[in-house]
């Protein structure tokens, strides 16, 4: 005969048995974590609710399955898709050397102070394209004062595998915009063709921070005696870039004109001095600063016998992502080449759209 607490501890065994549903037969796979707190979707009246749903993965957010926002209940999502960004509109974009960037994305370290070397397929920019409406210069005062623009691209020849031949080109023009006299002529324009190869650090192992440009280059301003102004000239130009830093020494010969020429004739070499006032090389170093894509470049060219040269100090602010605030000082010959012989201090201010 079973004692009383035999019946009651037999009762709490059986009762599980007894919660199953009769026509089921018994599980034989792990059993479904119950959520605490169960969650329905609301239905039409009548409608049977859904049974509750398997529970969230485990690095979910908190507001997943099983829980409740404080906004109210949402849809039931998958914890799979749970992480999924929402597929949104392409945003537009814009060209930075030779990578595409999302517009309004800070522009990586580095990117802009190579931005001059770098190596694009088909047509890219070149040199500096910038817009200087606003410009002072005691030679040019007044409604002399100048808007000062320049364009350059290239476009890649040949690409042979350690480097690449390009053709350049380059303008930047003296207008007089403000000047009713003379109609808002153009005072000066200066046209620059070239053509050269890129290899982009050669000597890996013993240079590996150093490329190299050599080419070509031809530039006139296209105007009639007295005023025609050009030179041809083959390059060497040697580039260190690394990090927030670039460096480039361009040293340059002169292919030799006949200057024996009378005055009148186009053939004869209209600058034959021009190496006394440019020199026979230039230096340029760039530092991309670390706050707002701000931009330093300095420029130095000279004449160590003659004591005659340049410098230039451009300074730049990004503004959006296309444009940035630039600023240009200059001081020394060689400015246009109207002015190859004559010392020109100017300040500028405009944009830049490539730095």
């Known amino acids: 005969m079973l004692r009383p607490a035999s019946l009651a501890l037999l009762a709490v065994c059986t009762l599980p048995l007894y919660a199953q549903d009769e026509g089921s037969p018994p599980s034989t796979s792990a059993p479904t974590p119950v959520l605490a707190v169960p969650v329905q979707l609301p239905g039409a009246p009548g409608e049977v609710p859904l049974a509750n749903p398997?529970?969230?993965?485990?690095?979910?957010?908190?507001?997943?399955?099983?829980?409740?926002?404080?906004?109210?209940?949402?849809?039931?999502?998958?914890?799979?898709?749970?992480?999924?960004?929402?597929?949104?509109?392409?945003?537009?974009?814009?060209?930075?050397?030779?990578?595409?960037?999302?517009?309004?994305?800070?522009?990586?370290?580095?990117?802009?102070?190579?931005?001059?070397?770098?190596?694009?397929?088909?047509?890219?920019?070149h040199k500096a394209n910038f817009i200087l409406p606003f410009s002072y210069s005691p030679r040019f005062p007044g409604d002399e004062s100048e808007f000062i623009f320049q364009i350059s691209g290239k476009a890649q020849l040949w690409d042979f595998g350690p480097g690449a031949v390009y053709f350049g080109y380059s303008q930047r023009s003296y207008f007089q915009i403000f000047n009713e006299k003379k109609s808002k002529a153009f005072r000066e324009s200066d046209y620059n063709?070239?053509?050269?190869?890129?290899?982009?650090?050669?000597?890996?192992?013993?240079?590996?921070?150093?490329?190299?440009?050599?080419?070509?280059?031809?530039?006139?301003?296209?105007?009639?005696?007295?005023?025609?102004?050009?030179?041809?000239?083959?390059?060497?130009?040697?580039?260190?870039?690394?990090?927030?830093?670039?460096?480039?020494?361009?040293?340059?010969?002169?292919?030799?004109?006949?200057?024996?020429?009378?005055?009148?004739?186009?053939?004869?070499?209209?600058?034959?001095?021009?190496?006394?006032?440019?020199?026979?090389?230039?230096?340029?170093y760039r530092h991309d600063l670390p706050w707002n894509n701000q931009l330093i470049e300095v420029m130095l060219r000279g004449n160590a016998t003659t004591g005659r040269g340049a410098v230039q100090v451009d300074y730049s602010l990004e503004v959006g992502p296309v444009g940035a605030l630039f600023l240009r000082v200059f001081n020394g010959y060689g400015e246009s080449l109207i002015d190859y012989n004559r010392s020109v201090t100017r300040v500028a201010l405009g944009v830049a759209l490539q730095r």
């Open 193 to 284: 063709p070239e053509l050269f190869v890129r290899l982009p650090r050669p000597l890996p192992l013993l240079l590996p921070d150093w490329s190299l440009d050599a080419g070509f280059e031809h530039e006139s301003n296209g105007q009639d005696l007295p005023d025609s102004r050009s030179y041809n000239r083959l390059f060497f130009a040697p580039y260190w870039t690394k990090g927030r830093q670039a460096l480039q020494l361009k040293t340059w010969w002169r292919i030799p004109e006949d200057d024996g020429r009378p005055a009148t004739d186009p053939k004869r070499d209209d600058n034959p001095d021009l190496g006394s006032y440019y020199g026979y090389g230039e230096l340029r």
């Open 54 to 125: 398997a529970p969230a993965a485990a690095d979910a957010p908190l507001d997943s399955v099983g829980a409740t926002p404080p906004s109210g209940p949402k849809p039931l999502v998958p914890a799979a898709n749970r992480q999924a960004t929402p597929v949104l509109a392409t945003p537009a974009r814009v060209q930075t050397g030779c990578s595409l960037r999302d517009y309004g994305a800070p522009v990586e370290r580095g990117q802009i102070v190579s931005a001059i070397f770098n190596t694009c397929s088909g047509v890219s920019l």
